[in-house]
């Protein structure tokens, strides 16, 4: 057995996966931020290919995970993450999706693109506040109750950034 501490070792190779090791330095504190219920634009941030192992209403099936980057009228932003089941009696949701990104035109069939394409498509939700129990505590959070289609979003006010133009103007589906 070399003179390695094995304690350490753990900490060489967790740097690629987000873990920290015991010796680690850390400083982010809790960074939650509830945004009150309206109409938000929003970009794609990520999403992932997962397995849903299905329940009484819905069957195994392949799911997206989705998280949203969520742009509060202050310049803040929020993520938020929505599971879309691949499923029939789920198509209404992942057409709302699409349909929200302009990916998808009103009436007409969409093949599903999950590709690194979807990455950055924006568009308008419409968020609620959750509210639920959790450890007998009652807590809040941020759910998307709607995405709009882009072909028919509300018109907000871009959102306030340091680095935004004065002059840059915005349109429905577009920024």
């Not at 195994?60 to 029939?88: I, M, R, S, W």
């Not at 999706?97 to 939700?125: D, H, N, R, T, Y």
């Not at 002059?167 to 429905?172: D, I, L, P, V, Y």
Request: glycine share 6%.
């Amino acid at each position: 057995m070399d003179n390695q501490n094995p304690y350490n070792s753990y900490n060489q190779q967790a740097q690629n996966n987000g873990a920290f090791g015991w010796d680690d330095e850390i400083q982010a504190e809790s960074s939650f931020t509830l945004l009150p219920a309206g109409d938000y634009r929003f970009s794609i941030k990520k999403f992932e290919k997962a397995r849903y192992e299905g329940g009484e209403k819905i069957t195994a099936c392949p799911k997206a995970v989705v998280t949203f980057e969520v742009y509060a009228p202050d310049g803040n932003t929020v993520e938020l993450t929505e599971n879309y089941l691949l499923h029939q009696k789920m198509e209404w949701k992942l057409s709302e999706f699409f349909a929200s990104v302009g990916l998808k035109k009103k009436g007409e069939p969409v093949k599903m693109l999950w590709s690194p394409e979807l990455i950055g498509k924006q568009g308008v939700c419409k968020l609620i506040v959750h509210t639920y129990k959790k450890d007998g505590e009652d807590r809040q959070t941020n759910r998307i109750d709607k995405l709009y289609p882009s072909y028919d979003q509300p018109v907000l006010a871009p959102p306030q950034t340091q680095a935004q133009p004065a002059q840059q103007s915005w349109t429905a589906g577009q920024w």
